[in-house]
């Protein structure tokens, strides 16, 4: 495994970052394709046996239960000043806002429910996981700075937010001396590169990380058009991001495919390999030994200035997927794609 500064911040962290959304009760939250406790632990181990010391999950993962199998596989398994955990706040609820709960007070609460799944007293990345448009930015770095002067996280960081976004929260907090985003994670790999445009400049301008998530497309990067996988066919919330581009996007997977071949590696070794020449360490889903492995090979792997070309020509842009696509002013009452209540999508 090789390590690098995550951005201007002493947090050394992995090249690969596990991604432990597919951690948790699949009982209870958005996906029905989590590992349940024992299977999780398994893979957690397997990571840390391959150097990976950075982990990412969010409170939303499964209500809170990959929180809980992370933190006690972390706290079985490692020291916790050899491991980098990342977790992530929801925006205010319709709840809280009708009831008065500040922007501050959402995020006090929010740390404390995370520290106590962890079952840790601080994490070293705290990340605005959506954009809340129905709370004041000022209000929310206000609160991040307050949980950050208690110890509670050692930095800060952001997901799913435009470039301008960025910028000015990083303004505002240089202006009030409070803590300022250290790192972005954005959806960002070979088959949807719209942080290009301004997200990848901006941060390499200023310092910051990018750990993206779903480097490998959920899969579709790890394997040639037309095979399956039980993610594939459950993983509906993927799938609404991805099919709409299908067919273009199979360019770019067969031109994985290709050079995987002609280098004699996996496609996801090239896939990283490719998004390592771009960002610190990307966010990758593990749920079978044999995915741990394949991301740390990746880091080994060197791209020629001919390949990452051959790779990237067929891009055409995309239009916005996801959560990207619903950071806009908010109808308080349309429903978050991350808010649908139980059901699984
Ligand atoms: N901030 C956000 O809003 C956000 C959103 C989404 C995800 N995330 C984070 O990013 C992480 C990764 O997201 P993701 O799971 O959607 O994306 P991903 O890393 O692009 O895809 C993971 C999938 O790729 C396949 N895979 C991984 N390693 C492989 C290997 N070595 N060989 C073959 N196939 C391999 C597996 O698919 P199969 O299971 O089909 O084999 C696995 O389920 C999450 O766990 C989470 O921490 C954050």
């Known amino acids: 495994m090789k390590y690098t500064r995550l951005g201007t911040s002493d947090l050394t962290v992995s090249r690969i970052c596990m991604g432990c959304m597919g951690f948790g009760d699949a009982g209870q939250g958005q996906h029905a394709w989590t590992l349940d406790e024992a299977h999780s632990r398994e893979i957690i181990r397997h990571?840390?046996?391959?150097?990976?010391?950075?982990?990412?999950?969010?409170?939303?993962?499964?209500?809170?239960?990959?929180?809980?199998?992370?933190?006690?596989?972390?706290?079985?398994?490692?020291?916790?000043?050899?491991?980098?955990?990342?977790?992530?706040?929801?925006?205010?609820?319709?709840?809280?806002?009708?009831?008065?709960?500040?922007?501050?007070?959402?995020?006090?609460?929010?740390?404390?429910?995370?520290?106590?799944?962890?079952?840790?007293?601080?994490?070293?990345?705290?990340?605005?996981?959506?954009?809340?448009?129905?709370?004041?930015?000022?209000?929310?770095?206000?609160?991040?700075?307050?949980?950050?002067?208690?110890?509670?996280?050692?930095?800060?960081?952001?997901?799913?937010?435009?470039?301008?976004?960025?910028?000015?929260?990083?303004?505002?907090?240089?202006?009030?001396g409070w803590a300022r985003f250290i790192s972005v994670q954005g959806h960002y790999n070979l088959i949807f590169r719209e942080e290009e445009r301004e997200m990848v400049p901006y941060c390499q301008e200023e310092g910051i990380a990018l750990t993206p998530y779903s480097a490998l497309a959920a899969g579709r990067l790890s394997r040639k058009p037309g095979e399956t996988s039980e993610r594939l066919e459950k993983d509906a919330y993927a799938r609404f991001k991805y099919d709409a581009t299908a067919q273009q996007d199979s360019l770019i997977i067969d031109r994985v495919a290709e050079l995987a071949d002609r280098r004699g590696v996996t496609m996801t070794e090239i896939a990283l390999a490719w998004l390592l020449t771009k960002v610190a360490s990307p966010v990758v889903g593990a749920t079978k030994r044999h995915h741990v492995d394949g991301a740390a090979k990746a880091v080994d792997l060197e791209l020629t200035e001919e390949e990452i070309a051959y790779l990237e020509a067929p891009y055409v842009p995309h239009p916005l997927a996801g959560v990207m696509a619903q950071n806009r002013p908010a109808n308080a009452k349309e429903k978050h794609v991350w808010s649908v209540g139980n059901q699984k999508i």
């Open 47 to 176: 990571g840390l046996e391959m150097g990976i010391n950075f982990y990412d999950t969010a409170i939303a993962y499964q209500s809170g239960t990959s929180e809980q199998y992370v933190g006690r596989a972390l706290r079985d398994f490692a020291s916790r000043d050899k491991v980098v955990v990342a977790t992530k706040f929801l925006p205010r609820t319709q709840d809280e806002i009708e009831n008065g709960v500040t922007g501050q007070q959402h995020i006090e609460r929010m740390i404390n429910r995370s520290l106590q799944n962890l079952g840790m007293d601080y994490v070293d990345l705290y990340i605005y996981h959506m954009w809340d448009w129905q709370t004041p930015v000022e209000d929310i770095l206000d609160g991040l700075n307050r949980v950050v002067q208690a110890g509670k996280a050692r930095y800060i960081g952001i997901s799913n937010c435009f470039a301008w976004q960025l910028a000015r929260a990083n303004a505002i907090a240089d202006r009030e």
